[in-house]
């Protein structure tokens, strides 16, 4: 695929690839999102400026260590932001239901009726302890039926016959019996069956899972992930997984989100990311993970230093303190722009920036025909 | 009982220290080892059964050596770390243990006192860089605990070594009258392994040191395992539920099930050739790193359903999620099958030379007939 060094949106980008023809524009659309919270300390900027996009039918995995501000963007779309944060900026563009035009969700009143409509009807969220997210208070059978009955017209004994339904097709044994049961009667795996059915009861357009596999045992991971790609096949909703583990990026991801100090470093598909990432970061993440089947010994590459709070964000490129492939005067000084290298292909970094950048730095296996092009574009 | 993890050679394996080759002088023998919990009616209420979580391990540890111990939440492996560093008492078995001394001890029959010399030389980190450190004591209180309570150090030279022993572990020495809630995770753990070897401990039981942290930071925590085993001669347990940083940190793996090791091999042996239908399962649930490999392999998937270890299934635990169970055979009452090296003495796993080798060990029924898959 050529690189562009222009740099303007990902629409203009896929124009300029000349595939832009007919693509449809995506079912949700973030664009320069920022959740601030105000604080006694002053203004953690925990999301500044995301811009991402889930297309129909895909599956966008979100990435990053932990405190990049995955959660509080996925909580940003559906209104869950915990208090004090508030979104101070961009939109939030959802385009499922059967809107002829779309909606900005994050000019919504949080607590108001349309997005408590959408929330669990068009859009629905899995959180990371199923535990925690279930009620010990009601059965699992009252918690799927109040929400069934919250978004779609039913009796009580339609949504109970749906319920079970749910239950059973999310692959719990015996779903009769365990309508009745509690949160704490059931294991991790079961509990987080049980908050899948809950999520896709009123057939949602998009998932939301945050971690929704990091407390479980691989065994029950495998079966999880087969789960929502098996409903996703049979119903055709998007998926927005966020998870640190490259592993079950690899393993379901269409396109992959790398996020860095509550900024968007690099998209891209995923086997892009994976064998021809652009970014430092991205390439330091994958370096720091044991690849399965490479036999003992080999020593991990480690990233200097940790993420720092929101609060001591560096100038310049956020990454730059940690990054080994800093320009000093350049990353310390200059916030690099975002490079678009075709269709939702983009990059944070001076490296890709003419003029600013030295391609010798360029980290990876870059083909070398590659990297001509990058200062030859500007 | 017949010793199922020393070779299969009839010589007797396990003589005492000195009387043998170095090498093939362990540094802990477990046999018969059990550990069972009771289980109350309410708090101080009567005994209304037993957890079986450890129910009759033969494990041997090789000094300098990495043995990764893995298997699902609940089967018993944070039960038998805690056995072996004695924050437990087991209920039947022993711990043969070779002191730095020369004195082989039975850790599993000592009482406190005669036991505390011995704890010096057998050290655990936990797992938890959050919970596990109290958020009262400095760093120099914490990691100095264990010299000051035996009477080993104070004043100035206890500073010295827990500032030496900072250093040890990457972090500025001048961070010791500093609290815990000031680090991070990463720099936490650090705190923790830091306390685990002021001891100057010979083994280490490390459950599950990597699991809470993030990817970059777990790459730095694996690399400074392995370079403090270089530098002080350690020998590890370590606990995991990770399989790939097991491969990649671990001279040999035990696979653990309902309290019961299934599986025992040389890393790369077990991770090519399992011989045991859980492990193979295990493996093949693992993401791997490149979605190039996606859809490639074999898929095994285990149902959720994990047996009570209350109440464990008949013959062997793992028949009620096998997907090779013949049920005449499997579950049929009475003993499960026993670990027990490829039938053919040149036979898969068999294959490592020298005075080491390390024999596939494996308990199913069925491990000379099936051909698994590894990674
Ligand atoms: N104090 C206790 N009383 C009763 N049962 C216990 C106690 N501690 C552990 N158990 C039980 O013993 C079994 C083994 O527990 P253990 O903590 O050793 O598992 P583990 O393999 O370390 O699991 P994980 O991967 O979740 O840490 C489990 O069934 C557990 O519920
Ligand atoms: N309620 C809150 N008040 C103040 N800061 C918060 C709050 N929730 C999250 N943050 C901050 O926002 C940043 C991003 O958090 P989060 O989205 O949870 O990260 P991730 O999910 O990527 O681990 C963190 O630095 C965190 O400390
Ligand atoms: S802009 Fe500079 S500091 Fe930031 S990632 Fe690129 S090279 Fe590294
Ligand atoms: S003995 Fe039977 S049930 Fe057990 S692992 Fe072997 S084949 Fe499976
Ligand atoms: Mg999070
Ligand atoms: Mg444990």
Redesign the interface.
Known sequence: MPEMSKNPTGVAAAEAAGDGSAAPPPLLEISGLRTHFTTREGVVKAVDGVDLAVGERRTVCVVG??GCGKSVTARSILGLVDRPGEITGGSILWRGGDRTSPVDLAKLDPHGEELRRIRGGEISMVFQEPMASLSPMYTIGDQLTETIRLHLPMTKAEAKDHAIAMLRKV?I?KPEQRFNAYSFQL????CQ?AMIAIALACGPGLLIADEPTTAL???????I??LIASLQESSGMSVMFIT????????I?DEVVVMYLGTVVERGP??EI??DPKHPYTQ???D????????????????RG??PHPSERAEGCPFHPRCDSAIAGVCDTTEPPETVFGPDRTARCVLYTPGLGTPGNVPGDTDPAEEREVPANG | MADPTAPTAPTAPTAPAGSGGDAETPLLEIRGLRMDYPIRHGMFGRHIGTVRAVTGVDLTIRPGETLGLVGESGCGKTTLGRCIVRTLRPTAGTIRYHARDGRVVDLAALGQRELRRYQREVRLVFQDPFSSLNPRMTLLEIIGDPLRNNGLAQGKELERRVGEMLELVGLPPGYMRRYPHAFSGGERQRVNIARALIMRPRLVVADEPVSALDVSVRASILNLLRDLQEELDLTYLFISHDLSVVENICDRVAVMYLGNIVELAGTDALYRGPRHPYTEALLSAVPRADPRLRGSGRRIRLSDDLPDPAAPPPGCAFHTRCHYAKAETCAAPGAGPVLLPPPDPSGRGGTAAGPAATPHLAACHFAGDLSLTGV
């Open positions: 260590e932990s692959g044994p294991s991790g795996g079961m069956r045992d691989v065994t029950i991971q495998a079966r992930l087969d640190h583990d490259l592993g079950v990026v690899a393993e991801a995923v086997d994976f064998h330091a993440l994958l720091s993970v044991p690849a399965m089947g490479q036999g003992r010994g080999q020593r991990l590459r480690q990233i940790r993420v």
